[in-house]
């Protein structure tokens, strides 16, 4: 057998050609052109913060103004790419983690918005101080605990919240979008009527006493089809890879009072989330 290299590679440079005019435009969408030219050249971002909140980093691109950089002067507002990163990228509902970039000797970069582009490409925005940023600096990465920790609690609290209006409303619920911000939660779905007090009370109660029972919020890696017929729910809006995590906490009987497909991160316990 052999293989027609010189046709593959033609055919390569023409879908990368289609995909990157599929990205032109103007506004916003004309500046998504500078994120796809890195992702070409980089790949995907590492992402450590399932498992920790600082890492150690390397930076490999630099964009100022729409443009990319090798250096990020003193004052200026830079959108940093990572080699691996504990940042979480806006994603699924979820807010992105905010906190700061630091190099020893006083450069510090203080991080207010983490983006996701081209799905696995995390983007650190954030103000330089302390001197000049340079591509392939080694930097320490810090997230905000306090906020990751609420953030972490209102995402796992839209799942029970999930289950509850399920389990109330019918099976006809499903999530059609949500907010999982440091200060709250919103949870989108679509009812044919109003909720009365009673469905709120009873909801309510159902999400307490779940929280108050303290489980544990365990995550396993599955195929999709794996977990869907393990019972867990595809959210809408979510792309799934090859490999799935797969979200469950909270008891009913012998079962998991809920099992979701879920990228976000999320409490240890449910008793983290508080009432």
Not at 50 to 61: H, N, R
Not at 149 to 167: D, F, M, P, Q, V
């Amino acid at each position: 057998y052999s293989v027609d290299l010189d046709g593959f590679n033609t055919a390569m440079e023409k879908q990368r050609a289609d995909a990157r005019a599929a990205w032109s435009g103007s506004g916003d969408a004309a500046t998504d052109q500078v994120w796809f030219d890195i992702h070409e050249k980089t790949g995907a971002t590492e992402f450590l913060g399932y498992e920790v909140e600082s890492a150690e980093g390397q930076v490999i691109a630099l964009v100022v103004d729409g443009e990319e950089v090798q250096e990020a002067q003193e004052g200026s507002n830079v959108a940093i790419i990572l080699n691996q990163t504990p940042f979480y990228g806006e994603s699924g509902g979820q807010e992105g983690d905010q906190g700061v970039i630091s190099i020893e000797g006083g450069l510090t970069v203080t991080i207010t918005e983490t983006q996701k582009k081209l799905g696995d490409l995390h983007i650190h925005i954030g103000k330089v101080s302390g001197g000049a940023l340079k591509v392939g600096d080694e930097v320490q990465l810090a997230v905000d605990h306090e906020r990751r920790s609420a953030l972490r609690a209102h995402h796992s609290a839209t799942h029970l919240l999930h289950s509850a209006l399920r389990n109330q409303l019918g099976d006809h619920i499903a999530q059609k979008g949500s907010l999982v911000a440091g200060e709250r939660l919103r949870f989108d779905v679509s009812h044919p009527k109003a909720m009365t007090l009673e469905d709120l009370s009873i909801v309510e109660d159902q999400v307490n006493i779940q929280v108050r029972g303290n489980s544990e919020v365990s995550t396993r890696l599955m195929t999709p089809d794996e977990a869907i017929e393990a019972g867990a729910m595809a959210l809408f809006g979510e792309k799934y890879g090859d490999e799935v995590r797969v979200v469950a906490m909270g008891s009913a009987g012998n079962e998991a009072y809920s099992t979701e497909l879920c990228g976000g991160t999320h409490a240890h316990r449910t008793g983290d989330i508080g009432l």
